[in-house]
């Protein structure tokens, strides 16, 4: 008696697998990328680049009759430019000016203690002079740094960086040129009856995507212009332009970014040589961009990007941070509003109306 003859499926050419098996290899793969979401964490910020600048390439071969091709080279080499200038301005100007001021730490952390505090300290039934405290705090943080734990972080930086900087444009001119066809493979994961649906509900969420990406842009500009306003034009400090751009796109993290925007304010106000009450405003100013970032801006810019409403934005960042960090949150909101969209379609398909 054949197989068939028992009432047991055949797995023939072409058959489509069962439920259970395309359930269990697309588990399988989330759960990798799961665990691997730090390590993919360099690709997904590329595909979000790609995504962002594919309209440019699109634009090219429409009105300028550009080549597919030559539409991503153009792009591609804009970015590379940008890229250069970037770290050109980092290691060569900025650079130079950290190593410039770290022979002067001492004489600019002992004044701005004075200014602060004044020229002696009692504390624990003693007085501490400027210049003791500057020098213990400058111990303190050579001692931290001369750790074997510090030195191979920072060992890892330096060589680590500069090889994932290099990875991700190799990846972007592999996402310009061939986003589609990488969006077709993954389609594969899933059996030929569902793809059709897949497909529709990818056209639906594109739009809404490029609508959050504009709304990020938004937020990210807003930080930074209220930023360069204080530290520009009313403190004058030094890469005020630099620092502000850093904090508008750190202000987008939750915990971390709000901790590096305080360290790179108060890096400022002792760098300049700014008083008490210039880092009290710094401090003001980070707890301004928190509060207005978290509960105004981002609410309205990015739930009438996405059509959701403000509170809804709000819950998804605090469920994304609390259960992948800070991958989390950047996809929080995107993926709430595609868990809407795919409702949406699927209240359609039964004939039923959806909110």
């Known amino acids: 008696m054949s197989a068939g003859d028992r009432g047991v499926p055949m ?41 962002v600048l594919r309209p ?77 405290l500057s020098k213990r705090l400058l111990d303190g943080v050579k001692d931290a740094v001369a750790k074997p734990d510090a030195a191979i972080l920072a060992g890892g930086a330096i060589v680590g960086l500069p090889a994932v900087g290099v990875l991700m444009l190799v990846v ?16 594969h994961l899933f059996p030929p009856r569902y793809r059709g649906h897949i497909t529709l509900l990818g056209a639906r969420i594109e739009p809404m995507l490029r609508h959050y990406v504009r709304g990020v842009i938004a937020v990210t500009i807003y930080t930074a212009v209220v930023c360069w306003l204080v530290l520009g034009l009313w403190f004058h400090a030094s890469f005020a332009l630099l620092i502000s751009v ?77 259960l992948f960090g800070i991958i989390g949150v950047f996809v929080a909101v995107p993926v709430a509003a595609a868990v809407k969209i795919v409702l949406a379609t699927w209240y359609e398909e039964r004939g039923e109306k959806h909110p």
């Open 11 to 51: 797995n023939r050419g072409g058959a489509e697998p069962p439920g259970w098996a395309t359930a269990a290899t697309v588990t399988a793969v989330l759960a990798i990328c799961y665990f691997l979401r730090y390590a993919l964490l360099p690709i997904a910020l590329v595909a979000a680049l790609a995504f």
């Open 56 to 132: 440019i390439v699109r634009w090219l071969q429409r009105r300028l009759r550009v080549p597919k091709l030559a539409g991503v080279i153009i792009v591609y080499v804009a970015v590379l430019a940008v890229a250069g200038l970037a770290a050109w301005y980092l290691v060569g100007v900025v650079g130079d000016r950290i190593v410039a001021g770290a022979s002067d730490a001492p004489h600019l952390l002992t004044e701005q203690i004075r200014r602060m505090v004044g020229p002696q300290i009692h504390a624990f039934g003693q007085d501490i002079s400027a210049e003791d």
């Open 172 to 187: 972007l001119f592999y996402f310009l040129n061939s986003g589609r066809q990488i969006l077709q493979g993954a389609l």
């Open 246 to 322: 850093a904090v508008g796109v750190l202000e987008l993290i939750p915990v971390v970014g709000p901790a590096a925007s305080l360290v790179l304010f108060g890096i400022v106000a002792v760098v300049d040589g700014h008083g008490l009450w210039a880092f009290a405003a710094f401090m003001g100013l980070a707890v301004f961009l928190r509060v207005s970032v978290d509960n105004v801006v981002g609410p309205l810019v990015l739930g009438r990007a996405v059509t959701l409403h403000p509170v809804v934005v709000i819950i998804a960042f605090l469920i994304g941070a609390s």
